[in-house]
């Protein structure tokens, strides 16, 4: 079975500090890895995936199979950054999606 | 284009009634996935259609069923609801069901059971 976890609920940091939101998932095949994000009143969006190895709005983060995790960095957090940040792993039987619970990120000023 | 919507916004329920949910895809999109999100917790995967056809399920009890029609919009039902079936029900849309397509999201039906 599939199980992607975000040991943490809620990440607070101050504008500008570094930001590590985690994801660890569990898997035997070859997963493809996603970060959703979703900010104040707005639906889900897709941030990013593995597969594409794109930065977007500063964040990164880079698919550890040896530790399967697919951690998301930015170096420096904004303000608008705050927003809930879902992890995602896609297996390679269809296109159903199994997420993890979630880390709410408030970028303090 | 207004991506993909979702009627009604919000609805309130009582234990044992049926409910209708009602998503319209993306222009173009031909596959339709709900999800339901449980307060505090992740999305979790409903059903996924592809033309008409039902192509993935997740573990949910045989009150939960769908339906997809020939414009690609796409129905969720269940039935006999129960206080646990309260949530925000998430319908996304993409391309087709293959494994490279992007979903996206709708806004959700914020359901709660009385």
């Known amino acids: 079975a599939q199980r992607v976890t975000q040991p943490e609920k809620l990440l607070s940091v101050f504008k500008g500090a570094p930001v590590e939101l985690k994801c660890n998932y569990s898997?035997?095949?070859?997963?493809?890895l996603f970060w959703y994000v979703q900010y104040s009143r707005q639906r889900l969006q897709l941030l990013l995936r593995?597969?594409s190895r794109e930065s977007i709005k500063g964040f990164t983060a880079d698919l550890n199979k040896g530790e399967t995790s697919f951690h998301l960095k930015k170096p420096f957090a904004q303000e608008e950054d705050s927003a809930m940040y879902y992890c995602a792993l896609r297996s390679n039987a269809g296109n159903m999606l199994t997420f993890g619970g979630g880390t709410r990120l408030m970028v303090k000023p | 284009d207004a991506g993909v919507t979702q009627s009604p916004t919000h609805l309130i329920k009582t234990r044992g009634q049926h409910v209708t949910l009602r998503c319209s895809p993306i222009s173009g999109h031909k596959s339709v996935s709900w999800y339901q999100q449980v307060l505090g917790q992740g999305p979790q995967f409903i059903f996924q259609?592809?033309?008409?056809?039902?192509?993935g399920r997740g573990n949910f009890p045989d009150r939960f069923s769908a339906r997809q029609f020939p414009n690609y919009s796409s129905e969720l039902n269940v039935n006999a609801l129960l206080l646990g079936d309260s949530a925000l029900y998430l319908c996304?849309?993409?391309?087709?069901?293959?494994?490279?397509?992007?979903?996206?999201f709708g806004p959700g039906t914020r359901l709660t059971v009385l």
């Open positions: 259609y592809y033309e008409k056809e039902e192509r």
């Open positions: 996304a849309s993409s391309l087709s069901s293959g494994d490279t397509d992007t979903q996206y």
């Open positions: 898997y035997s095949g070859s997963p493809e």
């Open positions: 593995h597969i």
